[in-house]
């Protein structure tokens, strides 16, 4: 049965959440429901993408206003009586449970996109509302787990459903060339403590004290701030401007994928990591940290390896014994990594798990 299905999240910038909800909302207008996404800050790089595939994108320009937001999301939902929300930020699924408390009759699911590390006051009040939600959809079991362990009364409601790698637009390079000397290493992340860069660099710093040969690009520098002129001071104390390279955020990720060697994720903690699976899709072997659902997601000596986040003596091993494989050992965990992904990242059942909801 046709349905009228809106996906709210705070933008559609080129980020992981942003992607997983767009390609839902594309996915779920090709099986011919009637799909809005709307947001209220004004990133829009996914914005030409839905207009191709049909799916209407609806700036809320007032909602950016926090005293407005509430009442912003309250017209537009009531003017546009959709049989299902699906939010994908924590400010727009507390806004819809309120509403659903006072009466509102649409079908709610509320996504998890990361895991909660602590309780604090803000997490506290929106699992509390969680409780109006009809489904809630952690992007790991990781948060699964966390859920039904603090609050068993909404375990009924829990539905895991990881992310999907579109498996036609992330593929390895037909063409890969290692001409050069070391190997390229890709980071991808915004700058924030939750990526654990400090204790990256430092391990960084000991690799090229021990003469090994690569470089590291790291994508992700959306603007600077006190975290992020931290992690350039310790770059120049540590001699490493000439190994260890900041970007902006790229719409080419898929390219960058495709020219690097490795793919390394140091973070303390994530949800179900895109960056993982998408390298993975493109044929990387990948060096990551023992946090959430990684464990699961790749196999440890297979197609990667896995080391303590806060053990740069551990982090700086795991990058060594990467850096001075052999091209075919690299060569084949890449091969690996592809076929991992293959398995368990299919949109297909991505979004049957979400028709079950819907």
């Given at each position: 049965m046709k349905k009228h299905i809106l996906c709210l999240i705070e933008n559609i910038g080129p980020s992981g959440a942003e992607r997983q909800i767009t390609n839902l909302a594309v996915q779920l207008r090709k099986l011919g429901h009637e799909v809005e996404v709307a947001y209220y800050v004004k990133k829009e790089f996914y914005l030409p993408f839905l207009m191709e595939n049909d799916v209407?994108?609806?700036?809320?320009s007032e909602a950016a206003n926090l005293r407005k937001r509430f009442f912003v999301l309250m017209k537009h939902i009531k003017a546009t009586c959709p049989d299902t929300v699906i939010s994908y930020s924590a400010s727009p699924s507390m806004i819809t449970c309120v509403l659903k408390l006072f009466g509102a009759k649409f079908n709610l699911i509320v996504s998890e996109r990361n895991t909660t590390q602590r309780l604090d006051k803000r997490e506290k009040t929106k699992f509390f509302f969680y409780r109006w939600a009809n489904h809630i959809v952690p992007?790991?079991?990781s948060q699964g787990n966390f859920i039904e362990g603090h609050y068993p009364t909404l375990t009924p409601k829990v539905k895991v459903i990881t992310n999907f790698v579109d498996m036609d637009l992330f593929v390895p390079s037909e063409h890969k060339?290692?001409?050069?000397?070391?190997?390229?290493?890709?980071?991808?992340?915004?700058?924030?403590?939750?990526?654990n860069i400090p204790r990256f660099i430092e391990a960084i710093g000991m690799l090229k004290n021990k003469g090994l040969h690569f470089r590291v690009d790291w994508y992700g520098q959306d603007f600077k701030n006190d975290y992020s002129e931290k992690c350039y001071a310790l770059v120049k104390e540590k001699g490493l401007e000439d190994v260890l390279f900041f970007h902006p955020q790229t719409s080419a990720i898929i390219q960058k994928y495709q020219e690097s060697d490795v793919l390394c994720l140091p973070s303390l903690y994530e949800g179900f990591p895109n960056v993982l699976c998408e390298a993975m899709c493109c044929g990387l072997p990948v060096v990551c940290s023992r946090v959430s659902d990684v464990p699961q997601i790749m196999?440890?000596?297979?197609?990667?390896?896995?080391?303590?986040?806060?053990?740069?003596?551990?982090?700086?091993?795991?990058?060594?014994?990467?850096i001075t494989l052999t091209m075919e050992e690299r060569n084949q965990m890449g091969v690996r990594s592809r076929e991992i992904a293959v398995s368990k990242f299919s949109s297909d059942v991505f979004i049957h798990k979400y028709l079950e909801l819907v």
């Open positions: 209407k994108g609806c700036y809320l992007n790991s079991q060339a290692y001409d050069h000397e070391g190997i390229n290493i890709l980071c991808v992340g915004r700058l924030a403590a939750q990526k196999e440890d000596g297979v197609n990667g390896f896995i080391f303590d986040p806060l053990n740069v003596d551990d982090m700086t091993e795991k990058m060594e014994k990467m």
